[in-house]
């Protein structure tokens, strides 16, 4: 993937880069050709958006990877992969995403892969 990381606010304010994950605050990874600075840009604050949005139903996830304005992949605390376009509802997408999650009992396995940029999530087992 990448090994440029950064943090940000709740706003989208990047406000230190590195290369170094810190521990307090959700990984995200971006392509090496992201061009960030350190300021609120409108890719910022849409990532900012989708970890407000994944707190805000709960759904706990280990790490981001911010691939484009219309590609992001969440990798859920339960295994699972979430494929989301940023571009389209975050809230719905996210909110479709806890649904699915929370449908499955102890035991049973979850989906390795769950698209969620079409009308229909497409779940990969």
Not at 7 to 32: M, R, T
Not at 48 to 75: C, D, G, P, R, T
Request: without cysteine; charged residues 15%; aromatic residues 12%.
């Amino acid at each position: 993937m990448t090994n440029q990381f950064f943090q940000l606010d709740k706003s989208g304010e990047i406000f230190v880069a590195g290369h170094q994950p810190a521990s307090l605050f959700p990984l995200v990874a971006v392509p090496e050709t992201f061009n960030f600075e350190l300021k609120v840009s409108p890719a910022s604050q849409q990532i900012s958006q989708l970890i407000q949005s994944l707190q805000e139903h709960y759904v706990n996830f280990n790490s981001l990877a911010w691939l484009n304005q219309s590609l992001a992949v969440v990798k859920t605390t339960l295994g699972s992969y979430a494929i989301i376009n940023p571009s389209q509802s975050i809230n719905s997408q996210i909110a479709s995403l806890q649904f699915i999650l929370s449908g499955f009992k102890i035991g049973e396995s979850l989906p390795k892969k769950i698209d969620l940029r079409f009308d229909k999530p497409v779940l990969t087992f």
